[in-house]
């Protein structure tokens, strides 16, 4: 399964598979030394040889070096060349600590690389893949930029205008995910009032989103699910208006958490015959963990 560059986004051919597998990665902050991202390497690494996914989904907090702009070009291209490395086509989205000047050019290999999945979208940071079975479009993945505070009502206007325009074009809404960084204000209301299921151990720090940015994705009505990344010690998961709002566990052991919850990674299956998608917490040695 690989994507396509005949179109001006990014296609996922899924032809003859019934289910896409989708693997978030977040959260590596990999500047922290070069031990904890070797094992933060082969941990992932293995755990795309458990997993066999179809698509990586990169969702920030990667190579950090938020205070330190002279390193960071060269943290940012070692993490990138392992990324490659995997060999499955891949999407990426900043998270706060990568460092705003390595963003673009991040953003522009991820175009160029040929196990890359193709960010044209709004120019900003927000795009999508559209996954395709037969030809036909049978799910939208969004990818959204949520810089360092949060996500911005341009972006998840963006998205809301986008699933509009594809739903007049194809004359149908097709289900879709949305993946970005920085969490919702939702996620520290569901901790709060006990909906969270899952580990939830710390703080949701959601900044500057005033708990309206969520308005825009429920409204674009085709959104059946959200993964985020930036609170090392939660992994959990919670519904909103029928939207599935989750963590997804981070993956580096050079930040925080590990003494609390055990590093890995967060397995999206979906559907390519419906709306119906699965997911689950996986780990280097193949086992699995879900919050039911």
Not at 192 to 207: I, K, M, P
Request: charged letters at 25%; glycine letters at 8%; hydrophobic letters at 40%.
């Amino acid at each position: 399964m690989s994507p396509s560059l005949e179109h001006p986004y990014a296609v996922l051919n899924a032809s003859g598979y019934r289910s896409v597998r989708i693997l978030q990665l977040t959260d590596f902050h990999s500047d922290k030394g070069d031990e904890p991202a070797e094992q933060t390497y082969a941990d992932v690494r293995a755990i795309v040889d458990h997993t066999q996914p179809s698509l990586l989904a990169v969702t920030g907090d990667i190579w950090c070096c938020d205070d330190d702009a002279e390193r960071a070009p060269f943290v940012m291209r070692r993490d990138l060349a392992f990324v490659e490395s995997l060999g499955v086509p891949w999407a990426f989205t900043p998270g706060n600590h990568d460092h705003p000047d390595t963003v673009a050019e991040a953003l522009a290999r991820s175009a160029a690389s040929l196990g890359a999945s193709l960010p044209l979208g709004n120019g900003d940071g927000d795009y999508r893949v559209e996954v395709q079975a037969e030809g036909v479009a049978c799910w939208d993945i969004f990818f959204l930029n949520s810089r360092a505070r949060s996500l911005a009502q341009e972006d998840v206007a963006w998205l809301e205008h986008e699933s509009n325009r594809l739903q007049l074009l194809r004359g149908r809404a097709i289900p879709a995910i949305a993946y970005f960084h920085i969490p919702l204000k939702q996620y520290e209301s569901a901790r709060l009032d006990g909906r969270a299921r899952g580990y939830a151990q710390e703080e949701v720090l959601y900044w500057d989103d005033d708990g309206t940015l969520f308005d825009g994705i429920r409204r674009a009505g085709n959104v059946r699910a959200c993964f985020v990344g930036h609170s090392h010690a939660n992994d959990f998961w919670f519904e909103e208006d029928g939207i599935v709002l989750s963590y997804g566990r981070a993956a580096g052991h050079g930040g925080y958490g590990a003494d609390r919850l055990r590093k890995g990674a967060t397995l999206v299956e979906i559907d390519t015959a419906s709306a119906r998608f699965d997911f689950v917490t996986v780990f280097a040695d193949g086992s699995r963990w879900s919050a039911d």
